[in-house]
């Protein structure tokens, strides 16, 4: 997850790594020398963007040790896990000519062991330590079930020097399912505290801009941020985009670096809206400068909630019909859509023991119901014709109702709607029928 | 099988069928060998038809191919200097991959309109052209390929390597053997890292080989970036989509990837498929297809809207065609369809229709009608009130004499060639005119005021007559912008449209005099024509109002104060008004009241509500309620209401379950069942005692308790019933409504 790239060219590599001092010196002493026996399993894990798939790298590299490292979402089988991490060993490249495969077939984690031991030979690795990196191991355990028991014991059942090195987000507790797991080394990365985020961050500066002067940029970004959000890079990117921003009264000399109160009144109302559409990423770079530039008060049209969604007469309408029948109850249905509904039976008490219907969500409807209902509000007489039930099918695919069931039961099929209440409303308003008197929560 | 998945693909579920392509044999065949001959007419006279049709099928067909590449050039344009400065940027100068902070997949976004059917042709141009302009190594992902991560990763590294090698065996083989490049792309395993070694070798090193060959090279060898399209995210599996954007991210350096996402509705799906984690991966840009209901308006006016198809739709043709796409499926290509079969129908059972050709072909074709075509001209009910008409000398002449007849018959078709050239121009102006008024008594499309027009001549309609009124109050700078637009839609017309267009240019003149005039007393002026306004409104709203002594009085000052104060301006504006209200009276007329529309327009709404608007279930309950309308059987025709033993086991058993609750007890339905089949015979029964009935009763005869059963689990397979497990011998009834 934390695909972190050197951050400067120069410098030796303990130094480029920030604030992991701590685990590194762990680490460091855990792999000791090259021939120095190693721990069976080491268990890295924390949040995303604390840097475990980066010091891990790095640490290797630095020590020129053997190593495989593997991104466990990449291998959906064992076989190509395996292959994986001997092909990586032995260093073979894959081509044309070897038709794209490796040249020794493994499927089972017996042969891998065995064929573990032939590469180690090979390269007389015998006296040193040989590392696989499993990245994201928490797909280890949807694999076989012998496959996670098996790496963490590998250097026992292959009797070499092998460290596996598992890094994954999810606390060790949830790796153990059954009996029979080697323990292995826990090595926890925690979150990063403001403070180191801010030092981490100004590594970002660009150049021509003193550090200092970055370092107080960021310290802003942070103070609207960090509230919401801790994850390094994400913050990284947030600091990116808008640094153009901060800077523009100075590219066009209306304030000066120093002047720190005027660049904070520029940018603040940008980071406010910055922070409404955190995590989307609907803006890539690009379209949110043109949009910055724009210096619209309002969100772009993409970000508003209540996207206008284009639909044909009728799928309006059965989509109002799909939102009645799964949120009222079907008794409900004479009194809302029947000419001669009688006296409406509803005490207090029956009210107050229904839970809210927006609560407890939309409820699964037959097609017929859907069907009455749909004819009942549409004021006009409409065709049955085939059309009309290709659009339902059209807003299942649509994703705004859900079919229950397999799709090829023809008898009585079940929806559900799976539309908000403020959308639907939206698209009552369009073709001017007014949905909340037709629901039972909300009508009187 | 491209071809089957795009058909198949379509929303609506069911069963589809693929005859075995014989296109050769077909070939043999064209349109007009499966045209009737019509009235006895000659054989020639079929090939003509089929001639004429032929050739308006085919320039539709290219006007319609040229429009939509038309409409998708600039999201196409777009889209590719998206795709191609993606990673362009991302190595240069751009500053967050630059400084290494995080690389992101390009993402563009394509918002593609509800109507799926259209999407995969669209998939299909996207395709071919961003091999030929960005890069040739491009696929096309479908959600069905999303079942497992296997699936999805070999068909990506599968149709990637497959492609260059299609296409290494096409071009030169100096840049490499082809044999030792030939892999089996069976064998290959679907991982990224086969991809990354393929990439590097196939692609990192022929690329500059050969740029130094060709100095100048192609814009297809400038980018070597991997496009991904994605057709309908939405319905691919989310986990399996999550992990492939994750694997990709993790070879972005080495791969240069970039994905298209076909979303329908909008960009907040994205969220809904993909979680936060795997979103940050990507820089998204949003690009939106036309809507559908723009480019709607655009077919419409290039293929109704236009004298250069003689070929029109009637009033309830065309609204029925835009009934189906606006209520049923914005689907743009559904609409061209049904305006093509209008066509072939047309063509196909008027047999006058081949004179519905461009206006120079047209004389020759009336110079060798027929006496029987000629008849068949006669019996046209508008050429029928055109003479009755005219006086009973030139009715004799008309009728009796063919060669005067042709004459006429050339004129007749004259007119209407130049109401087309006229009318459409005309229809434009008015259309500025009120597409903006408050409220749109005309509606505010171009596509509504014409489907008005067809229906009754427009001055004779209620909206017209509010229009009018409004433009009453134009204001000096409105109605010239307004007389700009309609004298530039008139600037290239000639004739008739080109005095018009004089006229309103010298009335814009003299608009714009009275500007100038105006100036000196500018104070004076404006007052008045503010005063104007306001007296023009008041004058206006006595007439719908009740008029009282008091309001009559009252309007009565106002009336004479208002002739004193009467400005320039507005008798100019009243004077234009007047002007444009002759213009349209005399050309927007409507195109039944002209001679020959016949052959011209076609209305035949029934049958094209019978091809483009399948009702299956109607149509099985037509069939169950009265089942006449398909056997024709004079024993089946009775009431729909009724039920006899004279119609078919299945109906009766169909008319008696509809009488029912949501169970029905089976035993009952029985004894209904044979109480109806024997209904006869039960009047004779009756006096033999009742003994023998109570028998009856209980012991049904086996071949009418057989024949209800087979009726029974005939409406079970109809899908009217379903056994339950509530209640014994007991089935649920499953339809309610009779549609």
Redesign the interface.
């Known amino acids: 997850m934390t695909m972190s790239q050197p951050l400067t060219s120069t410098g030796t590599w303990n130094q480029e790594i920030l604030c992991r001092n701590k685990q590194i010196t762990l680490l460091q002493l855990l792999m000791g020398k090259k021939s120095h026996a190693t721990p069976p399993a080491i268990f890295i894990y924390g949040h995303s963007s604390t840097g475990k798939t980066f010091v891990t790298k790095k640490l290797l590299k630095s020590t020129e040790a053997p190593h495989a490292s593997i991104n466990c979402v990449e291998c959906y089988s064992q076989r190509l896990l395996y292959e994986e991490i001997l092909g990586q060993l032995s260093g073979q490249v894959l081509c044309a000519e070897n038709n794209y495969t490796r040249s020794s077939r493994c499927e089972t984690m017996n042969e891998f062991v065995r064929l573990l031991k032939i590469v180690i030979e090979e390269n007389e690795w015998e006296d040193q330590t040989v590392y696989i990196v499993l990245d994201n191991a928490e797909r280890l355990r949807n694999m076989e079930g012998h496959i996670l028991p098996v790496f963490l014991r590998l250097s026992e059942l292959s009797k070499c020097n092998v460290c596996v090195i598992l890094l994954t987000q999810i606390i060790w507790e949830k790796f153990s399912a059954t009996s029979g797991y080697v323990e292995p080394l826990k090595i926890h990365f925690p979150d990063y505290s403001k403070n180191e985020l801010l030092e981490i961050m100004t590594l970002d500066t660009p150049e021509g801009f003193s550090k200092a002067f970055y370092s107080s940029y960021v310290n802003l970004l942070l103070s609207v941020f960090h509230m919401a959000c801790r994850d390094l890079s994400e913050l990284r990117h947030l600091a990116l985009i808008n640094f153009p921003k901060y800077i523009q009264p100075i590219e066009k000399g209306e304030a000066t670096q120093t002047d720190v109160h005027k660049l904070w009144r520029n940018i603040e109302p940008h980071l406010k809206k910055a922070l409404q559409t955190l995590f989307l990423r609907e803006v890539s770079s690009s379209q949110w400068e043109e949009y910055q530039e724009n210096d619209s008060s309002s969100l772009p049209p993409l970000l508003s909630s209540t996207t206008q969604v284009e639909l044909p007469f009728y799928s309006k309408y059965l989509l109002i019909a799909a939102y009645l029948a799964s949120y009222n109850p079907a008794k409900s249905d004479r009194r809302f859509f029947a000419k001669n509904h009688g006296k409406i039976q509803q005490t207090k008490r029956m009210k107050k023991a229904e839970a809210s219907s927006q609560l407890i969500g939309p409820k699964v409807f037959q097609l017929e119901r859907l069907m009455a209902i749909f004819y009942s509000i549409v004021d006009v007489r409409v065709t049955p014709s085939a059309e009309l039930f290709a659009q339902i099918s059209s807003l299942v695919s649509l994703q705004m109702l859900s079919q229950i069931g397999s799709g090829d039961q023809l008898d009585t099929p079940k929806f559900r709607c799976c539309v908000s209440l403020e959308f639907i409303r939206s698209v009552s308003r369009t073709v001017n029928f007014d949905i909340m008197k037709y629901l039972y929560e909300f009508a009187a | 099988m491209e071809e089957a998945d795009a058909v198949t693909s379509s929303?609506?579920?069911g069963v589809f069928v693929f005859k075995p392509s014989s296109k050769k044999k077909k070939r043999s065949f064209e349109a007009e060998d499966y045209f009737p001959r019509l009235h006895k007419e000659s054989a020639s006279c079929t090939t003509l038809r089929g001639d004429v049709y032929n050739g308006l099928r085919t320039n539709m067909e290219d006007d319609i191919g040229d429009l939509s590449s038309e409409i998708s050039k600039k999201l196409l344009d777009d889209l590719t200097k998206f795709l191609q400065n993606c990673h362009t940027n991302t190595n240069g100068k751009?500053?967050?991959t630059a400084?290494?902070?995080?690389?992101?997949l390009?993402t563009a976004v394509l918002i593609t309109?509800?109507s799926?059917p259209d999407h995969s042709s669209i998939f299909r141009a996207l395709v071919d052209i961003f091999k030929k302009r960005v890069s040739p190594h491009v696929i096309r992902l479908t959600a069905n390929q999303s079942s497992?991560?296997?699936t999805l990763?070999s068909a990506v590294v599968g149709q990637f390597?497959g492609q260059e090698d299609a296409m290494s065996e096409d071009e030169e083989e100096e840049t490499e053997e082809p044999s030792?490049?030939?892999?089996?792309v069976r064998?290959?395993?679907g991982?990224?890292?086969?991809l990354r070694?393929?990439y590097q070798?196939?692609i990192q090193t022929v690329a500059p080989a050969k740029k130094k060959k060709t100095s100048t090279p192609s814009p297809s060898q400038a980018s070597h970036s991997l496009v991904i399209l994605f057709e309908?995210v939405?319905?691919f599996v989310p986990r399996v989509l999550q992990?492939f954007v994750?694997?990709t991210?993790?070879y972005l350096p080495s791969l240069p990837f970039s994905f298209v996402f076909g979303f329908?509705?909008?960009?907040?799906?994205?969220?809904?498929v993909i979680p936060?984690?795997v979103?940050?991966l990507?820089?998204?840009?949003?690009f939106q297809t036309q809507?559908?209901?723009v480019s709607l308006s655009q077919i419409i006016e290039m293929l109704l809207l236009t004298p250069n198809y003689p070929f029109k739709l009637g009033p309830k043709v065309y609204h029925l065609l835009s009934d189906?796409?606006?209520?049923?499926?914005?689907s743009v290509k559904a609409f061209v369809k049904g305006i093509q079969v209008s066509l072939m129908e047309h063509f196909y059972c008027q047999p006058l229709s081949f004179l519905c050709c461009s206006s120079e072909e047209s004389p020759s074709y009336v110079t060798s009608l027929t006496h029987t075509q000629l008849e068949l001209c006669r019996s046209l009910k508008s050429f029928r009130r055109y003479v009755e008409s005219l006086p009973p000398q030139e009715q004799r002449a008309l009728l009796l004499d063919d060669k005067h007849a042709k004459g006429v018959l050339n004129d007749l078709l004259e007119i209407i060639y130049e109401y087309h050239k006229n009318f459409f121009p005309v229809l434009k102006c008015l259309h500025h005119l009120t597409s903006r008024l408050p409220h749109a008594p005309l509606g505010r499309k171009l596509r509504e005021l014409y489907g008005m027009t067809l229906e009754k001549h427009i001055v004779e309609q209620e909206g017209y007559n509010q229009a009018v009124g409004l433009w009453r109050l134009y204001a000096r700078e409105e109605l010239m912008s307004h007389l700009d637009a309609c004298i530039e839609t008139l600037s290239e017309e000639e004739g008739q449209l080109e005095e018009i267009s004089k006229k309103l240019t010298l009335y814009r003149q003299q608009l714009e005099a009275l500007a100038n005039t105006g100036h000196l007393p500018a104070p004076k002026d404006t007052s008045e024509t503010e005063e104007d306004s306001t007296n023009d409104q008041s004058h206006l709203q006595p007439r719908t109002g009740k008029v009282t002594l008091h309001s009559l009085q009252e309007q009565l000052l106002v009336e004479a104060k208002k002739k004193k104060e009467l400005t320039k301006y507005e008798v100019l504006r009243h004077e234009v008004v007047a002007f444009l209200h002759r213009v349209f009276e005399k050309i927007l007329v409507a195109p039944q009241s002209l001679t020959l529309h016949e052959i011209f327009y076609f209305d035949d709404v029934s049958k094209i509500r019978q091809y483009l608007?399948?009702?299956?279930?109607?149509a099985v309950q037509t069939a169950l309620t009265n089942p006449y309308v398909y056997l024709q059987n004079d024993a089946c025709k009775v009431d729909p209401g009724t039920v006899t033993d004279a119609l078919p086991d299945i109906c009766i058993v169909y008319k008696l379950h509809l009488e029912y609750g949501r169970l029905i007890n089976l035993y009952d339905w029985l004894q209904a069942f044979v109480t109806v089949v024997t209904g006869g015979e039960e009047e004779k029964k009756k006096t033999k005692g009742k003994k023998a009935e109570a028998k009856d009763e209980k012991e049904v005869d086996p071949q009418l308790h057989a024949r209800f059963i087979r009726a029974v689990s005939e409406l079970q397979f109809l899908?009217f019933i379903?056994p339950t497990k509530q209640k014994t011998d007991h089935v649920q009834r499953?339809?309610?409504?009779g549609?």
Request: net charge positive.
């Open positions: 929303v609506s579920k751009d500053r967050s400084r290494g902070c995080r690389t992101e390009p309109g509800v799926s497992s991560l296997k990763m390597i030792s490049s030939y892999v089996n064998k290959i395993p991982t990224m890292q086969v070694s393929w070798a196939n309908d939405g319905s992990d994750h694997i991210s993790q329908p509705t909008s960009v907040a799906a994205v969220h809904q936060r984690s979103s940050s990507l820089r998204i840009e949003k809507p559908a209901l189906l796409f606006l209520y049923h499926s914005f608007q399948a009702a299956p279930r109607v899908g379903k499953l339809t309610w409504g549609c």
